[in-house]
């Protein structure tokens, strides 16, 4: 795992992109041609984890299906943003209603519709898989490309900068 130089104690927020993040850019379809995702069992401790140690995670994706809002909804998220053309206006409101300065909020995306949310974050993330256009204004790169511990690679840092990684007993359970 490389890591990022970014103050990662000032980190109180992370928010995520779906496809190509949490998943991998290539999706398949069922037969009615509806989208189906992939979710990483590591992510998914390392996000319910953090939802316990009192990280704030929220997603905004374009995506909408009733499956994704399940799975983050049950991980503890509070905030699933879908079916967002213009996730930069959805991450400034979401950052002011919950009192949050740029410098406290990471950002990860993949594809273009990201760079704007991005440009605005304190921490701009990008999978190892991204859009050359969004690795070349992230401030971090993961060595996972997306769908493949993403998440799990951020927020084991931050967790660890603050002291929140195998902390307590109760981080050996779901």
Not at 37 to 58: F, S
Not at 111 to 125: E, H, Q, Y
Request: proline share 4%; net charge negative.
């Amino acid at each position: 795992m490389s890591k990022t130089s970014y103050n990662l104690n000032l980190i109180k927020a992370v928010v995520f992109d779906i496809d190509g993040v949490l998943s991998p850019s290539t999706v398949p379809m069922d037969a009615n041609g509806v989208p189906m995702r992939m979710a990483n069992i590591k992510d998914g401790y390392a996000l319910q984890l953090a939802v316990k140690k009192g990280l704030r995670l929220a997603i905004i994706s374009g995506a909408k299906t009733e499956a994704v809002e399940r799975r983050y909804h049950g991980l503890g998220f509070h905030d699933v943003f879908l079916g967002i053309p213009d996730k930069e206006s959805c991450l400034r409101e979401w950052m002011d209603k919950n009192g949050l300065e740029s410098a406290q909020v990471a950002y990860v995306g993949d594809d273009i519709p990201d760079i704007p949310a991005m440009r605005i974050a304190g921490l701009s993330v990008a999978p190892a898989d991204a859009a050359s256009e969004v690795k070349s204004i992230a401030q971090y790169i993961t060595v996972a490309a997306g769908g493949h511990g993403v998440a799990r690679e951020l927020l084991e840092q931050i967790m660890r900068a603050q002291d929140l990684w195998l902390s307590d007993k109760e981080v050996y359970s779901w």
